[in-house]
């Protein structure tokens, strides 16, 4: 099995030589020979990301069995999807060790199961409370008379499909005219 090191910079002028060069250390003190690296220079809010797309990738093939990274926040920036990351983890039984953090999931490590659990809790908790706010919003305008929904496609058919109506032309005609679907008309 593999050890993963995902490393990531925001922008151009940075790099991941300082992360890399921890992460390595750390892997030769725990005896781990075999290490892929996986790096980004992109932001952490982003979801699409070529060198996280290719770790996750791996992991869901089973060649992966520990992630390492330097912080969670290298990671995932926001906590929703970090939640989602941190549930592929899971399902697919690979480890997450953040090494500045103190966080090691692995099964070995029952207080990393712990801050795991914890940190899966949080997410979950910060996903009811944004549906909570979707909800609440949706119903605060429905309240003020807004209409939720499509828009109407054609909002000036009616008057035109009438005055066409009314100067005698068909219905397939209509729609030819004002170049709308029949089904409209």
């Given at each position: 099995m593999n050890t993963a090191l995902y490393v990531r910079v925001s922008t151009d002028g940075q790099t991941t030589d300082s992360q890399e060069h921890e992460l390595r250390a750390y892997c030769?003190?725990?005896?781990?020979?075999e290490v892929q690296i996986y790096s980004d220079q992109i932001s952490g809010a982003k979801f699409v990301r070529p060198g996280l797309d290719a770790l996750m990738a791996a992991i869901r093939a089973g060649k992966i069995e520990r992630v390492v990274v330097f912080k969670?926040?290298?990671?995932?920036?926001?906590?929703p999807h970090l939640a989602l990351l941190l549930a592929e983890l899971e399902r697919n039984g690979v480890a997450l060790i953040a090494t500045s953090q103190g966080i090691d999931t692995s099964n070995s490590n029952p207080v990393g199961r712990l801050?795991?659990?914890?940190?899966?809790?949080?997410?979950?908790?910060?996903?009811?409370?944004?549906?909570?706010?979707?909800?609440?919003?949706?119903?605060?305008?429905?309240a003020r008379g807004v209409k939720l929904g499509r828009h109407p496609k054609h909002n000036r058919v009616p008057a035109e499909v009438?005055?066409?109506?009314?100067?005698?032309?068909?219905?397939?005609?209509?729609?030819?005219?004002?170049?709308?679907?029949?089904?409209?008309?």
């Open positions: 030769e003190r725990r005896g781990w020979r969670l926040d290298r990671l995932g920036r926001s906590l801050q795991m659990n914890v940190l899966m809790a949080v997410a979950e908790f910060e996903r009811e409370i944004i549906r909570e706010r979707v909800n609440a919003g949706l119903a605060a305008a429905k009438l005055t066409l109506k009314a100067r005698g032309l068909g219905v397939r005609a209509i729609a030819r005219e004002l170049k709308i679907p029949v089904s409209t008309t």
